[in-house]
């Protein structure tokens, strides 16, 4: 079995991802379960810039697209919402859209980068409590910026220890370091591997256990292909997580990583 927790659907920017996308990478790829969230909800732009308000999908839209995507696939998609803190809020209106959803609600998604916004700012910090309300986990992406840096996941992580947060990336375009350091700060802090290298997966389940990370790839943001090629056509990183890595940490760490933890963080059923 295998499930992807990292798994996305919009049309923002260069980035077009489609439901049915999604739906044939799964097929060819033998993907049982994606947890998927829409990023129409991006605030900023790549060089960090505002969106313009009419290019921008309000958070509503952005979940709505989302939920109707779950529901036609129920047995194979739940999904995060991607929230707009710079703009939006946790409002009524959200929280309502969550718990009428919850079967489907797997989690909350933040992207500090495109909402240029720090992940423990007291407007991302509202979120976290709607996700401590409703035992809901929290994975934010980190790197690229100093918002999305992980050391604002941990802090939040430390103020709210009833609350799993993911660190979606390790730190995009760094060594991973720091978020592999601040793992042994925090036992509610968990790895994902969307573009980490299985030495670093690797460095995770040598010091924590293999109960502390999930696989997530952003598929598909290469293609449908994703898994096996990046969009120059090259080897994709993944292949390395789907050939030999089980028997470098054996079946049972290797079933955690590719879809038990997902399972037990995420509250998915087994179809």
Known sequence: ?????????CNMLNFVMTEEMVIEMMDKYHIDYCVVSNMDSAEYNHDLTPLPMNMQKSQKESFERAI??????????????CIKPATE???ATFEKMLTDNLDIVKGIKVHPYHSKTYF??????AYIKLAEKYDLPVVSHT?????AMPIHVYNMAKKYPNVKFIMAHMGLGTDNKEAVELMAKADNLYADTTWVPVSTTLEVIRRYGSERVV??????IDGIDTYYYNRA???SMYREYFNGLEEKIGKEAYANLMYRNAMR???IQNK
Do not use: L
């Not at 423990?120 to 910090?125: C, F, I, P, Q, T």
């Open 89 to 91: 809020s946790a409002d």
């Open 215 to 220: 696989f997530g790839t952003d598929s598909p």
């Open 143 to 147: 790197g690229g910026c100093e918002e």
């Open 68 to 81: 109707k995507f779950a529901r036609a696939y129920p047995d194979r998609i739940g999904i995060m919402p």
């Open 233 to 235: 056509g090259e080897p």
């Open 1 to 9: 079995m295998i499930i992807d927790t990292h798994v996305h659907i």
């Open 120 to 125: 423990d700012s007291k407007k991302v910090e």
């Open 265 to 267: 963080i995420f509250k």
